[in-house]
């Protein structure tokens, strides 16, 4: 070793790297080696030793099949009913003053910062049974209470019902908990696009005759879009690894509303690692993928947004 040399120098020059290169990209590096890339090898090893047959079977199996269903479609529904309201919330916070609207811009981020265990506390008492809004669809809530009594002085055959809708522990109740969860990524992915956008494009519209509507359509979708798609990607790949807040606020029975992270969790419980270790590498091989979507939506948008 020379005067001039250093274990940095040398361990640059063993993995090729130009010397003009800052030496502290190791450390990034590193961690990212040791929190991500090395659990994930992990898993795929781990699963690989199932053998290809095995694999299938279980990856396959109707339970796991109907888990990814709930779990995927209800994300998917749920990312796109974020990505409309979102759009209109972050309209809202960016082009209007009205009062409280600190304290509304801040409560966006609440579910970034609640514990999933406290939302899903949260929403189950909402919307269970006995709860707020559980109680009045319920069938001795107020609702059917009043249709009695309408149908009693008013003979009317559609008064002559009972509602009996449950919403905690039932499929809508993972719904409602992958809402909360993930409409603050589009509020907050399509914000800087709005601030950024000129009113002069849209009075410039005006003036050449465009009505509103296509002024939003024609104008203001374009570039918003990019960024909205990326938001509704972002609140669907939160949404498929919910776990705190689904698991409280639903009944998890197979069949019904069992989700794919609930799923691995039961067969950790049961002592089966093999069924587990499969079922998470099917979920990570779709997020894997659903990142690579989100990176070309991003790509997309700082191309033609």
Same mark, same amino acid.
């Given at each position: 070793?020379? @005067?001039?040399?250093?274990?940095?120098?040398?361990?640059?020059?063993?993995?090729?790297?130009? *010397?003009? +290169?800052?030496?502290?990209?190791?450390?990034?590096?590193?961690?990212?080696?040791?929190?991500?890339?090395?659990?994930?090898?992990?898993?795929?090893?781990? @699963?690989?030793?199932?053998?290809?047959?095995?694999?299938?079977?279980?990856?396959?199996?109707?339970?796991?099949?109907?888990?990814? =269903?709930?779990?995927?479609?209800? @994300?998917? #529904?749920?990312?796109? $009913?974020?990505?409309?309201?979102?759009?209109?919330?972050?309209? #809202?916070?960016?082009?209007? /003053?009205?009062?409280?609207?600190?304290? $509304?811009?801040?409560? #966006?981020?609440?579910?970034? *910062? +609640?514990?999933?265990?406290?939302?899903?506390?949260?929403?189950?008492?909402?919307?269970?049974?006995?709860?707020?809004?559980?109680?009045?669809?319920?069938?001795?809530?107020?609702?059917? *209470?009043?249709?009695?009594?309408?149908?009693?002085? $008013?003979?009317? %055959?559609?008064?002559?019902?009972?509602?009996?809708?449950?919403?905690?522990?039932?499929?809508?109740?993972?719904?409602?908990?992958?809402? +909360?969860?993930?409409?603050?990524?589009?509020?907050?992915?399509?914000?800087?696009?709005?601030?950024?956008? /000129?009113?002069?494009?849209?009075?410039?519209?005006?003036?050449?005759?465009?009505?509103?509507?296509?002024?939003?359509?024609?104008?203001?979708?374009?570039?918003?879009?990019?960024?909205?798609?990326?938001?509704?990607?972002?609140?669907?790949?939160?949404?498929?690894?919910?776990?705190?807040?689904?698991?409280?606020?639903?009944?998890?029975?197979?069949?019904? %509303?069992?989700?794919?992270?609930?799923?691995?969790?039961? =067969? +950790?419980?049961?002592? %089966?690692?093999?069924?587990?270790?499969?079922?998470?590498?099917?979920?990570?091989?779709?997020?894997? @993928?659903?990142?690579?979507?989100?990176?070309?939506?991003?790509?997309?948008?700082?191309?033609?947004?």
């Amino acid at each position: 070793m020379t @005067a001039t040399s250093s274990p940095v120098t040398l361990l640059r020059q063993w993995l090729g790297v130009s *010397a003009r +290169l800052p030496w502290i990209w190791i450390l990034p590096t590193a961690y990212l080696f040791f929190m991500l890339l090395l659990p994930t090898i992990a898993l795929l090893l781990k @699963a690989s030793t199932e053998g290809p047959v095995r694999f299938w079977t279980i990856a396959t199996s109707p339970i796991a099949l109907d888990a990814y =269903r709930v779990t995927f479609g209800t @994300a998917l #529904v749920t990312a796109v $009913i974020n990505g409309i309201f979102g759009l209109l919330i972050a309209w #809202v916070l960016v082009r209007y /003053e009205f009062p409280f609207k600190k304290v $509304i811009d801040a409560a #966006v981020d609440l579910p970034f *910062a +609640l514990p999933t265990s406290v939302a899903g506390l949260t929403l189950a008492t909402v919307y269970s049974g006995n709860g707020w809004i559980g109680s009045i669809v319920a069938p001795d809530g107020w609702i059917n *209470a009043l249709l009695a009594y309408l149908h009693r002085y $008013i003979k009317l %055959d559609i008064l002559n019902t009972r509602l009996d809708i449950k919403i905690a522990f039932t499929q809508w109740g993972v719904a409602i908990a992958m809402l +909360l969860i993930s409409l603050p990524f589009v509020v907050r992915t399509v914000q800087p696009v709005l601030t950024d956008l /000129e009113r002069e494009i849209e009075e410039a519209a005006w003036c050449l005759g465009a009505s509103k509507f296509q002024t939003f359509w024609r104008v203001l979708l374009p570039p918003i879009m990019p960024a909205a798609l990326t938001g509704i990607a972002l609140g669907f790949s939160r949404a498929v690894g919910e776990y705190g807040s689904v698991v409280i606020v639903s009944s998890n029975t197979p069949y019904k %509303d069992l989700i794919a992270p609930v799923l691995i969790f039961q =067969r +950790l419980e049961q002592y %089966d690692y093999a069924g587990a270790t499969v079922i998470g590498a099917v979920l990570l091989g779709l997020s894997l @993928a659903l990142l690579v979507l989100i990176n070309l939506l991003q790509a997309w948008g700082r191309r033609y947004g």
